[in-house]
């Protein structure tokens, strides 16, 4: 009041008037902006949801937004409801549809249904996925519902699993990683690798500047970790000759399986750096700008699906730097699944290309998958490498009694144990045929209880291409 009679002296009008007046542009004002933010919201929420649900609904996008009615704040508590034509089939194919679209939009994961009188659809906030998840609560679910192609990634909304489907048909053949440091990269991988090896894939060649990753699963058969500089770039392009390979034995025989080589790209970005810093060093005047390393990436990532090779890389963020430059496209699509933790808005915008972006949380192995266009908040589990380690070799090794082959009924005479004896067996010096297997991998091979490799005699002959006449 006090204001207003100052301001009533300086126009000569009485101060009631003045208060009145200035009530009512205060309130006009608030119904202004509150009508405006309606509006809003209306035009940058509301009516690209109806026209994206128009699709899959069958409905006119016009009429759906007039249905619409979302709040601009999503909590676990909102319900969103709105009629659909007779010609909605109510398939799951079309709620996962109606579901996804929301979930890009407004952020959450969603459970669609219908509901009758009168028919609708309904769709709900799910809860949240756990605060925390332990190695020891998921172990009896990977042993019961995984596979040598289905990996456990962790629990999202409502406590459902998320399975990787690395199968030869699945969604993914490489994933990609772009987590910021303490995010868990490196807990993520052992948990994989265990997995992984538990199924039986016994080849995962480990690029790892910086060491330490994968320390405490050092038993886990065919674990090749790769340090230095020339060492790391020369595994990659022994990967991609061996791709070659198979695919030339491929084409002799379409219906060849091979053997699961799950390489493992950790520290990207440290890696760019090095590799950039050493290809400088030694590049003549003439070669190209890029190490030749990503070539060699580049071409694993997309080729290597029909022959048995998967990739998972992982990078602090994944900058077209760190994916090889001019490749860099190419590259970051090539991972056909993407996770993202510790994130900035301009990652999530490159990686994803999503809107609205995800929020990043704060919660230790809190991740947010990207499976297919959908955005899933994940809890990765969490074990310690020793247990991670044992799980690993339960399964596998498990079956393989000293010195016998698994299920090829043959005796102790088909087999060769260690790497002396097959050296001796083929007239090669060790390190020669240690060198040579770790360049082109026997088929066929298998570990025994205490963890040495062995071979079934003739697989070993075959390999160093001496056939079956040399075994009479
Ligand atoms: N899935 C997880 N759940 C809970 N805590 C985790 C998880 N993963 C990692 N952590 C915690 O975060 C720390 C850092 O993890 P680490 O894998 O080394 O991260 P990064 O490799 O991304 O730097 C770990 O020592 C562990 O205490
Ligand atoms: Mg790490």
Same mark, same amino acid.
């Given at each position: 009041m006090f204001t207003a009679t100052i301001i009533a002296g300086l126009l000569e009008a009485p101060w009631p008037t003045v208060a009145v007046a200035g009530l009512t542009t205060i309130g006009g004002g608030w119904l202004g902006i509150r009508w405006i933010r309606g509006r809003w919201h209306f035009r940058r929420k509301i009516r690209p949801t109806a026209r994206a649900l128009a699709l899959p609904t069958g409905h006119s996008s016009v009429a759906l937004a007039q249905h619409l009615s979302i709040p601009r704040t999503i909590t676990e508590d909102t319900q969103i409801e709105f009629p659909v034509p007779?010609?909605?089939?109510?398939s799951a194919g079309q709620h996962d549809a109606v579901a996804t679209i929301l979930g890009n939009r407004f952020g959450h994961d969603w459970h669609v249904r219908t509901a009758r009188n009168p028919l609708r659809i309904v769709a709900t906030v799910k809860k949240e996925p756990p605060g925390k998840v332990l190695f020891a609560e998921v172990a009896d679910l990977i042993r019961e519902q995984g596979g040598p192609w289905k990996i456990l990634a962790g629990f999202g909304a409502n406590r459902e699993p998320l399975w990787l489907d690395f199968s030869p048909?699945?969604? !993914?053949v490489n994933l990609g990683v772009s987590v910021g440091t303490g995010g868990g990269k490196s807990a993520f991988l052992r948990f994989v690798v265990a997995q992984f090896a538990y199924w039986g894939a016994d080849d995962f060649p480990v690029i790892d500047?910086?060491?330490?990753? !994968?320390?405490?699963?050092?038993?886990? +058969?065919?674990l090749r970790v790769y340090r230095r500089v020339e060492e790391q770039w020369k595994a990659l392009h022994d990967v991609r000759l061996d791709m070659d390979d198979r695919y030339e034995e491929l084409l002799l025989n379409p219906q060849k399986s091979f053997r699961p080589r799950v390489t493992i790209l950790e520290e990207q970005n440290d890696a760019a750096i090095e590799w950039r810093a050493h290809w400088q060093e030694i590049k003549?005047?003439?070669? +190209?700008?890029?190490?030749p390393v990503y070539q060699d990436i580049t071409r694993m990532l997309i080729k290597q699906r029909q022959v048995g090779g998967r990739t998972i890389g992982v990078y602090q963020r994944m900058t077209a730097a760190s994916c090889g430059g001019i490749d860099a496209t190419v590259f970051r699509d090539a991972y056909g699944v993407k996770a993202l933790s510790r994130f900035g808005p301009g990652a999530w915008d490159t990686l994803t290309g999503i809107k609205p972006r995800a929020t990043p949380s704060?919660? +230790?192995?809190?991740w947010t998958f990207v499976v297919e266009g959908r955005v899933r908040p994940i809890q990765v589990p969490y074990g310690e490498p020793a247990e991670l380690s044992a799980f690993a070799l339960s399964?596998?090794?498990?079956?393989? +009694?000293?010195g016998e082959v698994v299920g090829q009924g043959q005796g102790q005479e088909g087999v060769v144990i260690g790497l002396e004896e097959a050296a001796a067996r083929l007239r090669m010096k060790p390190e020669t045929f240690r060198k040579a297997r770790q360049r082109r991998p026997i088929t066929g091979e298998f570990r025994t209880a205490q963890n040495r490799p062995g071979w079934p005699l003739d697989a070993l002959l075959r390999w160093a291409g001496m056939g079956e006449a040399e075994t009479a």
């Open positions: 007779d010609t909605f089939q109510h048909g699945g969604e !993914l500047t910086k060491f330490v990753s !994968l320390t405490g699963m050092e038993d886990i +058969p065919g003549e005047r003439r070669d +190209p700008a890029t190490p704060n919660i +230790p192995g809190r399964g596998r090794v498990r079956d393989i +009694p000293t």
